[in-house]
């Protein structure tokens, strides 16, 4: 019985640092895209240039 709860709580830790490390990795991922490229837009949402006269 002992070797029952102690696999539980095993496999409990494991998928528990699976999900914080999948949530680490998704948030420096979108760190990293976010800071990639200059961005076409300010900080309400705007476009800053137009690519073509109107």
Same mark, same amino acid.
């Given at each position: 019985?002992?070797? *029952? %709860? =102690? %696999?539980?709580? !095993? $496999? $409990?830790?494991?998928? !528990? =640092? *699976? ?6 990795? /998704?948030? #420096? +991922? !979108?760190?990293?895209?976010? #800071?990639?490229?200059? /961005?076409?837009?300010?900080? *309400?949402?705007? $476009? !800053?240039?137009?690519? /073509? +006269?109107?």
């Amino acid at each position: 019985m002992g070797l *029952l %709860v =102690f %696999v539980r709580n !095993l $496999l $409990l830790a494991l998928c !528990l =640092f *699976l999900v914080l490390g999948f949530l680490y990795y /998704s948030a #420096w +991922k !979108l760190h990293l895209l976010q #800071w990639e490229e200059d /961005s076409k837009y300010d900080r *309400l949402g705007f $476009l !800053l240039n137009l690519d /073509s +006269k109107l």
